[in-house]
Structures are given as structure tokens and as C-alpha cells.
């Protein structure tokens, strides 16, 4: 795809997630959301994802999915569900996200989105994967309990974004609640940091 093609999808939609393409094209979305998120998500991972495999929930664009493949990771999965907003074309967005980027690395990348309620899309998976991310996504589940029991059964490490002191209890419990313990907790104080009004939000890392 050309630059003047790039630069006219980019602009075009309405984008949920903040991505820096290249110097000059960026998604204008959630000012936490997108890279700003991944510098802290990366804070618990490996440098090297190569022969891991992860699972983004709610991956809405696949920003998350195209980081991790350029670290290396062998095979990811994006699961989102297209009616959360409906104005919103969050596939056609993966595509172009991913396009885009196999493109500028030269190489096809093993990502697979799935459309679907996460938990459902979850509930079929056979095998398990190294890494599960939940970024500001888990508590849209209408049933967390049956969720965070599906997750446990898929996965030793799961990465999870939370806010709003509620959810946080509720899903810090049931973490615990399916064998994982708190491993670590960050604190994102975006409002300290950008020019914008939110509330903290809470990066956790669970692991078995
Ligand atoms: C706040 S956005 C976060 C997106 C992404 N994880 C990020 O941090 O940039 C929540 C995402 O969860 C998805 N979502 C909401 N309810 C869902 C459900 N029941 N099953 C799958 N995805 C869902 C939305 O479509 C949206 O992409």
C-alpha cells in the first residue's frame, strides 16, 4: 500500500486505539490506549517473545497482536466483539493495522482474529498460551465469573488493565479465586502524564 493510501485510511475512521505508524502517521484515538498502553504492558514481558504464543482479549484494532509479532511471538489470537459499538469497524481496522505493518517488516505475521463474546470465542480454545492480555476489556464480559474461569484454564500469565475500585475487587478475587496470584500491580496515572481527564487505571500481572 502507498503512503497517500495509508495516510487516507488512517484518517478516515474513527479509531479507538492510539497508533504510531511512523514519524507523522498516527491513529488519533484514546490518548491511553494503543502504544501508550503497550510501554507499560511490555513492562511484563520478555524482550523476546520468539516461540511464545499469546491471546489478546478484546483486541479491538490488534495493536497488541502486531507488537507482540514483531517481538517474535509464534502465534497470537485477537478476539473483539464487533457490536460494542457498532459505528465503529474494529475488523477492518485489524486489517489494515496488520497489513500495514507486515508490509513495513517484509514478512506475513501469525496473528488470527476471531469475532466473537470473548468468553464464548475463549470456551472453544483447546491448547494454552503463554501470555493472555486483557487490557480495559474484561470487565465489558457479562460473566466475569465464567470468564476468569476460561482464562485459567487457557493460560499460567495473564496481563490485565482494570479500573473503577468495583471491578477491581470483583476481578482480583476471581484471579485468585482460579489459582493465580496478584504477581505484580501498576499504577497508570495518565492524567499526570497527558493533557486529559481520567481516572488511575491498574495494570496487573497474574501468574500461576
Ligand atoms: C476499552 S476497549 C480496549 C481495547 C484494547 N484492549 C486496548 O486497550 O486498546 C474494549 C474492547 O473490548 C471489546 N469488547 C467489549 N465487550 C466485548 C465482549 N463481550 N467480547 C469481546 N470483546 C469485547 C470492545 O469491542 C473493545 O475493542
Known amino acids: 500500500?502507498?503512503?497517500?493510501?495509508?495516510?487516507?485510511?488512517?484518517?478516515?475512521?474513527?479509531?479507538?486505539?492510539?497508533?504510531?505508524?511512523?514519524?507523522?502517521?498516527?491513529?488519533?484515538?484514546?490518548?491511553?490506549?494503543?502504544?501508550?498502553?503497550?510501554?507499560?504492558?511490555?513492562?511484563y514481558l520478555p524482550d523476546n517473545l520468539k516461540g511464545k504464543s499469546l491471546l489478546d482479549v478484546g483486541c479491538n484494532a490488534g495493536l497488541f497482536c502486531v507488537r507482540a509479532a514483531l517481538m517474535g511471538a509464534e502465534s497470537i489470537v485477537g478476539i473483539d466483539w464487533n457490536n460494542w459499538r457498532p459505528n465503529w469497524d474494529f475488523i477492518e481496522q485489524q486489517v489494515f493495522v496488520k497489513k500495514y505493518f507486515e508490509e513495513k517488516e517484509g514478512r506475513t505475521f501469525p496473528i488470527t482474529?476471531?469475532?466473537?463474546?470473548?468468553?464464548?470465542?475463549?470456551?472453544?480454545?483447546?491448547?494454552?498460551?503463554?501470555?493472555v492480555?486483557?487490557?480495559?476489556?474484561?470487565?465489558?464480559?457479562?460473566?466475569?465469573?465464567?470468564?476468569?474461569?476460561?482464562?485459567?484454564?487457557?493460560?499460567?500469565t495473564a496481563i490485565v488493565r482494570l479500573r473503577d475500585e468495583s471491578k477491581i475487587t470483583l476481578f482480583t478475587s476471581l484471579f485468585k479465586e482460579y489459582g493465580f496470584r496478584e504477581e505484580e500491580v501498576l499504577r497508570e496515572k495518565w492524567w499526570e502524564k497527558l493533557d486529559c481527564q481520567t481516572d488511575d487505571f491498574?495494570?496487573?500481572?497474574?501468574?500461576?
Open 1 to 43: 500500500m502507498d503512503k497517500e493510501e495509508a495516510r487516507k485510511f488512517v484518517s478516515s475512521r474513527s479509531w479507538y486505539q492510539t497508533i504510531d505508524f511512523e514519524p507523522g502517521l498516527r491513529s488519533v484515538g484514546c490518548k491511553w490506549c494503543g502504544d501508550p498502553a503497550w510501554t507499560n504492558i511490555i513492562k
Open 133 to 156: 492480555l486483557g487490557i480495559a476489556s474484561l470487565y465489558y464480559s457479562e460473566y466475569p465469573d465464567k470468564l476468569v474461569r476460561e482464562i485459567s484454564r487457557i493460560t499460567d
Open 202 to 208: 491498574y495494570l496487573y500481572l497474574f501468574t500461576k
Open 113 to 131: 482474529y476471531i469475532e466473537g463474546k470473548m468468553e464464548e470465542v475463549i470456551s472453544t480454545f483447546e491448547h494454552k498460551f503463554d501470555y
